[in-house]
């Protein structure tokens, strides 16, 4: 029983690379710093808007994401996109900066055959980008060759992380606008 158990395993691809956990990633995202965890639900509106400046739905209404924290100051934003590659998922951790491009783009779980699993190298391409039409296979970013599903998918997560960043960073600025409105006056001009 034993053999044809071991015959089937030799005969497998090999899957599952789980690169390292959350809590490493946020570590090396943001060496020294604090991490502070938040939640936000995104109503229609705010969905709409993720689709549309980023070519793809949310994955989720309900968004968490954490912001590494030193002496005061936003070092930047880490967000989780799982996703599915073929017809398995896929787990990365984008990182954006205070200027709203691209700091980092790290694999923390990849359950595809390894044959089809980006290389660090590759994902250095989003470094210091935007959100733009630019950001897409055939223009800006190399598609990686028998891996084509791979590298849509990660960009298609850049580019849907890209968008909601922008999404909630608007809501963030117009709240602390009313916040700092004087008693009795709206900050948000008609």
Known sequence: M???????LVQMPAYSVVVQ?????????FPGASVERHTVFLDDRQAEQVRRLGG???????????????DGEILGTAYFDT??????????MIVVGADSTVRRVAI????????????????????GRSLGEGLSLKREIRGITGA??????????VRRVLALHRILT????????????????SAVQP
């Open 108 to 127: 923390l779980s990849f359950l595809e055959p390894r044959d089809y699993l980006p290389s660090e190298r590759w994902f250095e391409q989003f470094h």
């Open 2 to 8: 034993w053999v044809a158990s071991l015959a089937i």
């Open 56 to 70: 793809t739905k949310p994955s989720s209404r309900v968004v968490t994401y954490y912001q590494g924290i030193r």
């Open 148 to 157: 084509t599903l791979s590298s849509r998918a990660a960009t298609q997560a």
């Open 83 to 92: 996703h599915r590659v073929r017809t398995l998922p896929e787990v990365l």
């Open 170 to 185: 608007a809501a963030e600025d117009a709240a602390e606008e009313v916040e700092e409105a004087p008693s009795g006056q």
């Open 21 to 29: 956990s959350q809590e490493e990633a946020l570590q090396e995202a």
